[in-house]
């Protein structure tokens, strides 16, 4: 059974910076594209960061220059750095998994079960 993993999550002050992981186990294929979404209270969730199986990587608009996606696939795992943090970026985060055969048929997409990042003003 594949399981996501979020941690780093918790309560900062405006300026500060958190780092989030997800570790994922349980995993038969192979992990394609990563991503990290939030989910305010009473908003739709959205998509903060995207990391693809290269490399690549597409921001949150209100997120660019301030949260880094990054990966380690050795560990199957994803991080994000958030500096500067706003309260506007108060929510639960979570982490998004896609896994892939060898073929390239998508396999499944996996959830962590989230995070809270809590900002101050």
């Known amino acids: 059974q594949v399981q996501l993993a979020e941690s780093g999550g918790g309560l900062v002050q405006a300026g500060g910076s958190l780092r989030l992981s997800c570790v994922t186990s349980g995993i038969i294929f192979r992990i394609n594209d990563m991503g990290w979404y939030r989910q305010a209270p009473g908003k739709q969730r959205e998509e903060v960061a995207h990391i693809t199986a290269g490399g690549g990587t597409n921001y949150l608009d209100s997120v660019k220059g301030r949260f880094t996606i990054s990966r380690d696939d050795a560990e199957n795992t994803a991080f994000l750095q958030m500096n500067s943090l706003k309260p506007e970026d108060t929510a639960i985060y979570y982490c998004?998994?896609?896994?892939?055969?060898?073929?390239?048929?998508?396999?499944?997409?996996?959830w962590g079960q989230g995070t809270q990042v809590t900002v101050s003003s």
């Open positions: 998004y998994a896609a896994e892939y055969s060898a073929a390239g048929l998508l396999r499944g997409e996996h």
